[in-house]
C-alpha cells in the first residue's frame, strides 16, 4: 500500500484548511494595523483557493474571516458553544462571515484542539495568553505553522518562547510580518509535510521531538 505524505499528495485538488488563531479582544482590537493585517491574511488565504478555519470568536479571527469572505472565499467556525444559540448569547460570537459551523459543545480550550486539528496549517496572528495555548497545541502536533509578527502581542515573540522551553524554530515554521508572503510560504510548505499516520507521530515517535530532545539532553554537559 502507498503510504501518502499528507492529503495534498491523495488529492492536489484538495482545498487547504487554513487555521487562524488570534486575539478576540482587549487593547489589540484598537490597532488598526493588526485588525488590517488579520484581514488581509483572510484575503490572501481566499486569493490562494484556501478555506480559512478559526474558533469562531469575534476578534482578529472574525477579521480575517471578514477578508476571506469579501475575496470570494470559503469560511469555516468551530465554536466552543454547543449551539447556535449558546454561540450568540453565552459567547456572543459572530456569525456574518462564516459559510457553516461546527458547534462542540467543549467550551473555549478543548474547543482548540479540534480548531488545530480540523486545519491543515495555522497562522498566528497577535494575541494574548489562548492564542500561545493554540501555539503549542499546534507546535507539538507538527503542524505547519505561519506566524504574523510586528503587530504586537505573543506572535512578535515566539522565538524566544520556544528557547526559554528548549525547542526551536523548526523547518515547519515561517515567520514574516507580510501577510501576503506569510500565507503564500506557508501554503506551499504544507503541501510538501509528513503528517505521520498516528496521533502523536511528531511528538513521541520513533524520531519524534521527544526523542530528539532526550538524546540531546544526553549529550549536553551543564
Known amino acids: 500500500m502507498q503510504i501518502h505524505r499528507n492529503i495534498f499528495d491523495l488529492k492536489p485538488e ?3 484548511r487554513v487555521g487562524v488563531f488570534g486575539s478576540a479582544s482587549g487593547y489589540l482590537m484598537r490597532s488598526e494595523a493588526a485588525v488590517n493585517a488579520a484581514y488581509e491574511v483572510g484575503r490572501q488565504i481566499a486569493l ?10 469575534p476578534g482578529l479571527p472574525d477579521e480575517a474571516a471578514r477578508g ?49 486539528r480540523s486545519s491543515n496549517c495555522c497562522i498566528i496572528l497577535p494575541g494574548g495568553t489562548g492564542t500561545l495555548n493554540e501555539f503549542t497545541v499546534a507546535y ?11 503587530y504586537d502581542g505573543v506572535a ?7 528557547e526559554y522551553c528548549h525547542r526551536e524554530v523548526t523547518d515547519r515554521m515561517v515567520i514574516s510580518s507580510d501577510p501576503a ?42
Request: aromatic share 6%; proline share 3%; hydrophobic share 35%.
Open 48 to 57: 490562494r483557493g484556501g478555506m480559512l478555519i478559526n474558533g469562531a470568536c
Open 68 to 116: 476571506c469572505k469579501e475575496a470570494g472565499g470559503a469560511t469555516f467556525g468551530v465554536s466552543p458553544a454547543a449551539s447556535i444559540c449558546s454561540h450568540l448569547q453565552k459567547y456572543k460570537s459572530p456569525v456574518e462571515h462564516y459559510d457553516g459551523f461546527l458547534f462542540t459543545g467543549l467550551g473555549l480550550m478543548v474547543r482548540d484542539i479540534i480548531n488545530v
Open 140 to 150: 507539538d502536533e507538527g503542524k505547519p505553522i505561519g506566524v504574523l509578527d510586528g
Open 156 to 162: 512578535d515573540h515566539i522565538p524566544q518562547i520556544l
Open 181 to 222: 508572503e506569510l500565507v503564500e510560504k506557508l501554503m506551499h510548505l504544507t503541501r510538501r509535510v509528513d503528517e505521520g499516520c498516528m496521533l502523536d507521530d511528531y511528538l513521541v515517535g520513533d524520531d519524534g521531538e521527544v526523542t530528539k530532545i532526550e538524546a540531546q539532553a544526553r549529550t549536553t554537559k551543564y
Open 14 to 16: 484538495y482545498t487547504m
